[in-house]
C-alpha cells in the first residue's frame, strides 16, 4: 500500500458539501487517513468566479500512479465535474500532490501526471493545509520540509490570502 497526498477543490453549488462527498467516495480507491481542515481561497488564474474552498489529505491505496489518475478523473466526472476552461469553476477537483516519495513523469494520449505536483509550491491553498498534517514531509525535487516550503512562498506572497474554514 502507498500512501499518497492529494489536493482538493471546489467552488460550485455548495463546495464544503462537495469536499466531503468526495472525501467519503474516495473509498473506492484507498483508505483516507488524514485530512487537513478546509480552507477558503480566492481563485487563481481567473478571479471572476467564487471563491474556493480546498483541503488536503492523505489515501493509502494499492493502485500505481497512472491507474489512480484515472480513477480520480472518473470519480470527478461522478461528482458532476464537467470540463471548463484553465482555472474556471468546477465542482470537484482532486489532484495527486505526492505519491509516497517518487518522482514521476508519464505522458499517455489521455493524460500527463507529473508527480509532485508542479504547481503546489506556489499555491498557499495547497501548502497552507498541507502544513497542518505533513510539516515534515520532504519534497522528493526540492528536498525541503513542507513547512518551510510554505514559509518561503508567505514570505514571498506577503499577508496570507487563505482562511481557515
Do not use: W
Not at 488564474?45 to 493509502?60: I, M, R, S
Not at 482555472?87 to 494520449?109: K, S
Amino acid at each position: 500500500m502507498a500512501q499518497v497526498i492529494l489536493a482538493l477543490g471546489s467552488n460550485m453549488g455548495t463546495p464544503k458539501e462537495n469536499l466531503d462527498t468526495a472525501i467519503n467516495a474516495l473509498a473506492t480507491v484507498g483508505k483516507v487517513l488524514e485530512t487537513a481542515p478546509y480552507i477558503l481561497s480566492k481563485p487563481e488564474g481567473y478571479p471572476y468566479q467564487a471563491d474556493f474552498v480546498n483541503t488536503v489529505l492523505v489515501l493509502e491505496t494499492d493502485l500505481e500512479p497512472m491507474p489512480l489518475l484515472r480513477a480520480l478523473k472518473a470519480l470527478e466526472q461522478q461528482l458532476g465535474r464537467t470540463p471548463t476552461f484553465a482555472n474556471g469553476p468546477r465542482v470537484i477537483d482532486i489532484d495527486i500532490l505526492f505519491y509516497e516519495d517518487r518522482v514521476i513523469f508519464e505522458d499517455t494520449p489521455q493524460y500527463t501526471l507529473m508527480i509532485p505536483h508542479p504547481r503546489m509550491t506556489q499555491r498557499e491553498f495547497v501548502l497552507k493545509p498541507l502544513s497542518y498534517i505533513r510539516p515534515d514531509f520532504i519534497h522528493p525535487k526540492l528536498h525541503q520540509p513542507v513547512y518551510l516550503l510554505y514559509r518561503a512562498l508567505m514570505k514571498k506572497k506577503g499577508a496570507p490570502s487563505c482562511q481557515i474554514l
